[in-house]
């Protein structure tokens, strides 16, 4: 079965700017978790999202926004892009909420520039 | 925070040879996970151990988990050059938010 997918792979963005990333998540997988993932702070959580609705919440500022569509579809936004939010961006989705103590299946990311 | 740490942070090894992480963490956690990445690329589940459990086993590897030492370890055996990734430990706490680990950069030598 197909794994978790992200759009687009790569990306190159000026500062100021936004940008929409989009994660589709193994068929039948509900929650739908975002990452952030770089060489000095490592991987930081975002946020999960579970039957369109987010129920996790990681010390981001509000610029990052997420959301879950019907389909379990996720999009994460961020908006007046800085420079320090160039990163590899990991999608994460597991068949049911985190609670249930399953894993993660992580998408190949994408790779956000800001310059 | 219960943001796991492994040690070592790099480890060089031959094929065929074992290789030995270690994951320790700060508070309370109900399960703890092993995934793998290979260079910048999305992480690959390994094992997940619950708090109440001691050992697993998959493949060629081995997770053990010492809740009073508050700390895990990763075996793998007989490893090969495709071994070579970075391999990070994540504690889920009352959360179940995996929260990750720097890493441990492994490279096997073939």
């Known amino acids: 079965k197909a794994g978790v997918t992200q759009t687009p792979r790569y990306l190159i963005k000026t500062r100021g700017q936004q940008v929409t990333l989009s994660c589709s998540p193994i068929s039948g997988h509900r929650s739908v978790s975002w990452y952030q993932q770089t060489p000095g702070q490592g991987l930081q959580f975002l946020f999960e999202?579970?039957?369109?609705?987010?129920?996790n919440k990681g010390n981001f500022p509000g610029r990052f926004s997420g959301r879950q569509f019907s389909n379990s579809r996720s999009e994460m936004n961020v908006s007046t892009l800085e420079l320090g939010d160039s990163a590899l961006y990991l999608c994460?989705?597991?068949?049911?909420?985190?609670?249930?103590?399953?894993?993660?299946?992580f998408g190949s990311g994408t790779r956000l520039t800001v310059v | 925070s219960q943001q796991g740490e492994e040690d070592p942070q790099a480890l060089s090894i031959q094929e065929g040879e074992n290789a030995t992480m270690n994951c320790s963490y700060k508070t309370s956690i109900n399960n703890l996970q092993w995934y793998r990445q290979n260079s910048g690329r999305g992480l690959v589940h390994l094992i997940l151990?619950?708090?109440?459990?001691r050992e697993k086993h998959s493949g060629r590897l081995r997770v053990t988990l010492d809740t009073s030492k508050k700390s895990s370890s990763l075996l793998i055996t007989a490893s090969r050059a495709a071994d070579t990734a970075s391999y990070f430990c994540a504690t889920a706490g009352g959360s179940y938010i995996p929260t990750f680990g720097r890493g441990t950069s492994l490279i096997v030598h073939p």
């Open positions: 151990i619950r708090s109440n459990e």
């Open positions: 999202y579970f039957s369109e609705t987010q129920r």
């Open positions: 994460a989705s597991s068949l049911v909420h985190l609670q249930e103590g399953y894993g993660y299946t």
